[in-house]
């Protein structure tokens, strides 16, 4: 018999940071994740965590403004309000815990810059922040003796009553499926970067937290909103941090120029993401790139300067592509890195289902509206992961006990048996590899109606097949083939949303840029896409809008 | 260059539901992108060929641990090991899952091992105030502690140390390391605790043989062995000469000092303890042994005919520090 007080799915920096709060409160708590912790997505950000620290002459409203323009105004301004104000606090509580921050001259916190804001506000370690972060919270994790479901995977959220009670997962390690009750859940799950190929992210980012959220009624909010990010490797998606240009590297195309001149004359290569994107792209398009790519010069900043500051970005380019970069530039294209939109919450990381919270990329508050400003992913996991754990302790302090219901332990056993027994059809990952690139070609940098409904189209082929797909390891212990398989699921759950979102919004704002319709249209789509699940409606999804939350920045014109 | 290569593997797989567990051999043959990782080969086996092979993978860029395994006999983070590299020209690859930690099925090893001896070094910082902000300190000394930051927690070098091969008590290359972000760390308050305790525990710092294979296999420069003799360094300046690990140094000092060469028959009674007699008693039948087989070194040393000059080397470096 499993219980707590508050389950959380995912270990990563949002979901450790809340362990950590629901733990201080004096609640029971536990992780459960498909990976040991120190393997989340979290360890990916390389190059910061943004944060306006006013003894250092900063002020949190400019944070919030260069957030909320990088956003292209789709942000909610109340929620960017709480994750600027909170942000300095939150960052100096991951140095106290023991982040090795980097210094400046007089011992205290040292910056960088970053794209989209004009000034240094990015707080770093070499260009591991991520990893430096995940690293100490799972120390911390260690010191409070953290519950841990490591390597199960959750198939069900248990919502009963209209509210959440628990899950359904599978203990890999044996193959066992288990009820895990709990008063409320935090889902801190990652993004969904492998419903698109190529991406950044690792092969862990199956969407599994916003797809769980999905079926229990929760909208998923602003899911066309893809960020592709400027710089990543040829071929394997890589990624090359923007730390490099916000240490002063070059981009170029085929004969040398750094075409952000003409883009963004202020801002030059620290443009936001989905400009310089953009900028690329069509320097690609237009026959100045090389091979499908620009390039990336780092040379001017000297090898002990990149080995020093950038030396994870110089061991992947060595390691990778053969390519010194203190000696020559390193060829980069965008690539799907990160996704704005996701399960809607309220600045308390709360759903419109009681019991259920969401935190981290699979969240949307919304901070990032249409484009997300470098180094707010990792502030928006330590801030809304740490008020959705607070928030949690004050909800389960109205729940009277656990749930007694088994039904879905017994569905969910059933179905995946199905599953199991299912005779030799096609393999998961021929099915992965079909909606995946029908994904980045339909809803890439550039989109347009043609394109979305080709992307429609190419989704509809893959529904069509995935009562086909069989596994064939049909044993207990560490069935990764079965895994899959349910992350395949719960991927086509994500890209369906995403292409209704793209379908709806008629305009082009942030990552959604459509060359059909090149004009951001604050009359009419200053909104939020809503995509329901509805088994009854087109697509299975239903479509709604909300109104964008504006405090004290009326929209204007994005200029960089 | 051509489209694809031709990647030739040689897998070791484990089943543990087959009657107790079954352990055998497979092969495979798949064609990648030349520029292909072993990772990428084996995802194109899991996929495309064999879905019941099991190994752990998630960032593919070196920096989540999940894909270390042996290629070759050597422990390796397989994401970052480009096929062209172990394999020039086509030659087929032995991948194994790691060493010193129990398989629980084809490639995938328990985390246990790993994170019990981790554990084992009370792995987070203990600092003796809190500061309003943020603790003050240089950046040179926090940028020193990225070498242990590094880390990924892959276990390559756990699984290659050849101390826990034969000793499962020994806390491990990688705990060590990261002990010794801790204990190099200003912001920590317990470092000469932590030192000590390291020093007098079983399996402690001093079981190392500096055999140098976690700093081969490390893939991310953590180089652990190297942190080892740091951490040796500092118990002992911490004043903690009481162990067999110090007077083992001392007395290889020592005797090459005064007799240009190594005394071995003194330097295992200076390391035991001459007052240590179940130490003492333990040694007896390994001299016994030795002495048997004509192995047993002169109990009184040979001085090498230039042990002035050794002398002269002592005197100039110990001027120099």
Redesign the interface.
Same mark, same amino acid.
């Given at each position: 018999m499993y219980e707590h007080d508050v389950l959380i799915i995912g270990g990563g920096i949002a979901g450790l940071r809340a362990a950590v709060e629901v733990t201080r409160a004096g609640a029971d708590v536990a992780v459960i994740s498909k990976v040991h912790p120190v393997r989340s997505h979290s360890n990916a950000a390389q190059g910061g965590i943004n944060a306006p620290l006013t003894d250092r002459g900063d002020d949190w409203e400019g944070h919030a403004y260069d957030t909320i323009k990088g956003a292209d105004f789709l942000a909610d301004q109340n929620a960017v309000e709480v994750m600027s104000s909170e942000a300095g606090e939150a960052v100096l509580e991951l140095e106290r815990m023991g982040v090795i921050f980097s210094r400046g001259e007089d011992g205290k916190l040292g910056t960088r810059a970053f794209g989209g804001q004009k000034v240094a506000r990015t707080f770093f370690v070499g260009a591991i922040t991520g990893s430096a972060i995940l690293h100490v919270l799972f120390e911390q994790s260690l010191k409070l003796g953290l519950n841990v479901y490591e390597e199960w995977f959750v198939t069900k959220l248990i919502i009963e009553d209209g509210t959440c009670r628990g899950v359904v997962a599978i203990d890999l390690k044996t193959g066992d499926m288990h009820t895990i009750k709990a008063k409320a859940v935090i889902v801190a799950a990652g993004g969904a970067g492998r419903v698109f190929e190529p991406s950044t992210n690792a092969l862990i980012c199956t969407g599994d937290g916003l797809s769980l959220a999905y079926r229990a009624g929760v909208p998923l909010m602003d899911m066309e909103m893809i960020q592709y990010h400027p710089t990543t490797l040829a071929r394997t998606g890589i990624l090359m941090s923007e730390a490099a240009r916000g240490e002063g590297a070059y981009l170029l195309n085929a004969s040398g120029e750094r075409f952000m001149e003409k883009i963004a004359p202020d801002y030059m290569e620290l443009a936001s993401r989905d400009v310089v994107s953009r900028a690329e792209q069509t320097e690609i398009d237009e026959g100045r790139g090389i091979d499908g790519n620009v390039l990336l010069d780092l040379r001017h900043l000297g090898r002990d300067f990149i080995e020093q500051r950038l030396g994870y970005l110089q061991e992947v380019s060595v390691e990778f592509l053969g390519i010194d970069m203190a000696e020559q530039p390193v060829p980069v294209q965008p690539g799907m890195h990160y996704i704005m939109g996701g399960i809607k919450t309220d600045v308390n990381g709360a759903t419109n289902v009681p019991g259920l919270y969401a935190a981290g990329e699979c969240a949307n508050v919304s901070v990032h509206g249409a484009n997300r400003l470098g180094a707010n992913s990792l502030l928006d996991t330590a801030v809304f992961g740490r008020r959705s754990g607070a928030h949690a302790v004050e909800y389960i302090k109205d729940v009277a006990g656990h749930s007694h219901a088994e039904e879905d332990l017994a569905s969910e056993k059933a179905r995946i048996q199905a599953l199991l027994d299912r005779a030799n059809g096609e393999r998961v990952a021929t099915i992965r590899g079909d909606m995946a690139r029908g994904m980045t070609k339909g809803i890439g940098v550039f989109r347009d109606q043609a394109s979305m409904e080709g992307a429609l189209e190419n989704l509809k082929n893959v529904k069509s097949r995935m009562g086909g797909f069989s596994i064939e390891n049909k044993g207990k212990v560490f069935n990764t083939d079965l895994m899959f398989g349910l992350e395949l699921e719960f991927m086509v759950d994500c890209a369906e949303a995403v292409v209704a979102g793209a379908l709806t919004r008629k305009e082009s704002r942030g990552a959604h840029f459509r060359t059909d319709i090149t004009e951001r249209d604050d009359e009419n789509w200053l909104k939020h896409t809503l995509m329901y699940r509805d088994e009854e409606a087109e697509h299975d999804v239903r479509v709604e809008t909300s109104d964008v939350t504006i405090t004290q920045w009326e929209p204007v014109k994005r200029v960089y | 260059m051509p489209d694809t290569m031709n990647v030739k593997l040689q897998v070791k797989r484990f089943?543990?539901?087959d009657s107790g567990g079954k352990t055998w051999w497979q092969e495979y043959e798949v064609d990648v992108?030349p520029?292909s990782t072993v990772l990428d080969s084996l !995802?194109e086996v899991?996929?495309?060929e064999?879905?019941?092979l099991?190994?752990? *993978?998630?960032?593919?860029?070196?920096?989540?641990?999940?894909c270390g395994m042996k290629v070759n006999g050597n422990a390796k983070l397989v994401c970052?090991t480009?096929v062209v590299d172990v394999a020039p020209n086509g030659e087929q690859l032995t991948i194994e899952p790691m060493g010193n930690q129990h398989v @629980?099925?084809?490639l @995938?090893i328990s985390?246990d091992t790993f %994170?019990n001896q !981790?554990?084992r070094v009370q792995? %987070? &910082?203990q600092?003796s105030f @809190?500061?309003e902000?943020?603790?003050?300190?240089?950046?040179e000394s926090?940028?020193n502690? &990225?070498t242990s930051?590094? *880390? !990924?927690?892959c276990g390559c070098c756990v699984s290659d140390c050849t101390v826990l091969e034969v000793d499962a008590n020994f806390i491990g290359p990688a705990a060590l390391a990261k002990a010794w972000r801790f204990t190099e760390?200003p912001?920590d308050s317990k470092r000469d605790e932590r030192l000590k305790a390291l020093n007098d525990e079983d399996g402690g710092m001093w079981d190392c043989t500096r055999c140098m294979k976690c700093v081969e296999v490390c893939p991310k420069g953590v180089a652990p062995m190297d942190r080892i003799m740091e951490l040796r360094e500092a118990a002992i300046e911490a004043g903690n000469t009481n162990t067999s690990g110090y007077r083992h140094t001392e007395s290889f000092y020592n005797s090459v000092k005064k007799n240009g060469r190594l005394d071995e028959t003194r330097l295992a009674i200076d390391s035991a303890g001459w007052t240590n007699i179940p130490r003492l008693l333990d040694l007896a039948p390994i001299g016994i042994a030795a002495m048997r087989k004509g192995k047993l070194p002169p109990l009184m040393p040979h001085k090498s005919e230039d042990h002035k000059k050794v002398k002269d080397l002592y005197k100039s470096v110990e001027d120099e520090s």
């Open positions: - | 089943d543990p539901a992108h520029d !995802i899991r996929e495309q064999d879905g019941t099991a190994l752990r *993978c998630a960032c593919r860029a070196s920096i989540c641990g999940s970052k480009r @629980v099925r084809d @995938v985390l %994170f !981790i554990n792995p %987070f &910082l600092p @809190v500061p902000a943020e603790y003050t300190t240089s950046n926090m940028e502690l &990225l930051m590094n *880390c !990924i927690m760390d912001r």
